[in-house]
């Protein structure tokens, strides 16, 4: 069983940055497919980003498209998104997902494992 946990949420102010971090265990990392999702109160969750296993395809919401980058490390179990001029309509609660497929996209039913998910808030 797959286990993810995001870390690395907060409270900033529009156009500051944050790095998010999720790391996995109980799996082989490396064969995974990986994707971070967002849900604001209120509203469906929705997808942020992709990134393949091999990290040489990614995938990006139209909204975040130029301000976040997903990257993983595998060595370390990790996969990254970097969130930077960061906007009100950002807020949310972050969720790192994990696909079997190796290329994983925007689609929430593609993944198999999710984490608890962590806050970000953008004050104005």
């Known amino acids: 069983q797959v286990q993810l946990v995001e870390s690395g949420g907060g409270l900033v102010q529009a156009g500051g940055s944050l790095r998010l971090s999720c790391v996995a265990s109980?799996?082989?990392?490396?064969?995974?497919?990986m994707g971070w999702f967002r849900q604001a109160p209120g509203k469906e969750r929705q997808f942020v980003a992709a990134?393949?296993?091999?990290?040489?395809?990614?995938y990006y919401a139209d909204s975040v498209k130029g301000r976040f980058t997903i990257s993983r490390d595998n060595a370390k179990n990790t996969v990254y998104l970097q969130m930077n001029s960061l906007k009100p309509e950002d807020t949310a609660v972050y969720y790192c997902?994990?696909?079997?497929?190796?290329?994983?996209?925007?689609?929430?039913?593609?993944?198999?494992?999710w984490g608890q998910g962590t806050q970000v808030t953008v004050s104005s």
């Open positions: 997902a994990a696909s079997i497929r190796p290329r994983a996209g925007p689609v929430l039913n593609e993944y198999n494992y």
């Open positions: 109980g799996g082989t990392f490396s064969r995974y497919g």
């Open positions: 990134l393949s296993w091999t990290g040489g395809n990614t």
